[in-house]
């Protein structure tokens, strides 16, 4: 089971997504259940992003919205990043 650690930075942008997406609220708390159960599920579509952003993977919360996450494979830890659209988080 990996282990969710949230950073201050992380929750300001969370809350601040929350207020605008209240309806989402119940499919994130989902996707992260998930992301700490199997962090490679097929719903989560889990994927290193390129670029810049290359150390960054990108989960799916619908099809809409993402959580970019730093996944540290080796301690199974799992940091959130970002939250928010694909264009807003990419």
Not at 52 to 74: A, L
């Amino acid at each position: 089971m990996s282990k969710l650690i949230f950073t201050e930075s992380y929750e300001k942008r969370a809350k601040k997504f929350f207020k605008q997406h209240p309806q989402l609220i119940k499919q994130y708390e989902k996707t992260l259940k998930l992301i700490e159960l199997n962090p490679l599920h097929p719903s989560l579509r889990l994927h290193k992003l390129k670029g810049k952003q290359g150390d960054i993977y990108s989960v799916s919360i619908n099809i809409s919205y993402r959580i970019t996450i730093d996944f540290i494979i080796e301690k199974n830890t799992i940091i959130p990043v970002d939250i928010g659209s694909h264009s807003e988080v990419y």
